[in-house]
């Protein structure tokens, strides 16, 4: 079992509508999560770490489920320039600094 | 504020070549980490520094790369001899202790796109 995984994808969603992607992780002493996006031909960028509340920015709300050991990203009211790929990122448990990736959503907005 | 900052951002060579990646950290930053990335395999480390000083070399794919960091701000990959497999993105990131447990992640140079025929 992969540490960390997501549906690969792609995800087609028009455009406005809400898309939802989860991402489950293997070892329960991870403490630290967050979704990156990564566009074509682009270095991945932090879109917003995940909190044990859960965290809004804007029409993003993530999400941390600890007992199943999964996270959420959901996106509302989505854009065209939503579309890029997805990367769910965890904390290595025994490592403060070190990150575990998974392979990635590929979410496309159509007009 | 300047980000992490690779060159160069292509390299082509022929095989049996050696290369030469470059990273600057951002400013204050005091940890590096050197990432492969694949169609097939994704994002993997290769190998990280802390405070200058390698921590980690397990995911180095084997002798032909080396890396070091000479100095707080600056770090270099190279390939000897290179050979067509090691064609990839080549990221390097960095990010400040314990800036994980804060929640900042890690920030990314642009990449060196390599290709090796």
């Known amino acids: 079992r992969k540490e960390v995984e997501q549906d690969p994808g792609p995800f087609n969603v028009p455009e406005g509508a809400t898309v939802a992607f989860n991402c489950t992780y293997s070892?329960?002493?991870?403490?630290?999560f967050f979704w990156y996006r990564q566009d074509c031909r682009k270095e991945p960028k932090l879109l917003m770490s995940?909190?044990?509340?859960?965290n809004e920015d804007g029409r993003f709300t993530a999400q941390l489920n600890r007992a199943s050991q999964y996270i959420s990203l959901l996106i509302r009211d989505s854009k065209l320039s939503d579309s890029a790929t997805y990367l769910c990122?965890?904390?290595?448990?025994?490592?403060?600094?070190?990150?575990?990736w998974g392979a990635g959503t590929k979410l496309i907005i159509k007009p | 504020d300047a980000g992490v900052i690779q060159s160069p951002r292509h390299e082509v060579t022929e095989m049996g070549q050696e290369v030469t990646l470059r990273c600057k950290l951002i400013?204050?930053?005091?940890?590096l980490f050197w990432y492969r990335q694949t169609m097939m395999r994704g994002l993997e480390l290769l190998i990280y520094?802390?405070?200058?000083?390698?921590?980690?070399d397990s995911g180095m794919p084997e002798d032909r790369f080396s890396a070091k960091m000479p100095n707080a701000s600056f770090s270099t990959l190279k390939i000897q001899p290179s050979e067509p497999r090691d064609s990839a993105v080549y990221f390097c990131?960095?990010?400040?202790?314990?800036?994980?447990?804060?929640?900042?992640?890690?920030?990314f140079g642009s990449g060196t796109r390599l290709t090796v025929v």
């Open positions: 990131a960095s990010t400040l202790i314990p800036g994980i447990k804060g929640g900042y992640g890690y920030t």
């Open positions: 400013s204050g930053h005091n940890s």
């Open positions: 520094f802390n405070n200058n000083v390698p921590i980690d």
């Open positions: 070892n329960s002493a991870s403490q630290s």
């Open positions: 995940v909190y044990s509340s859960g």
């Open positions: 990122v965890v904390n290595k448990a025994d490592s403060n600094y070190q990150l575990i």
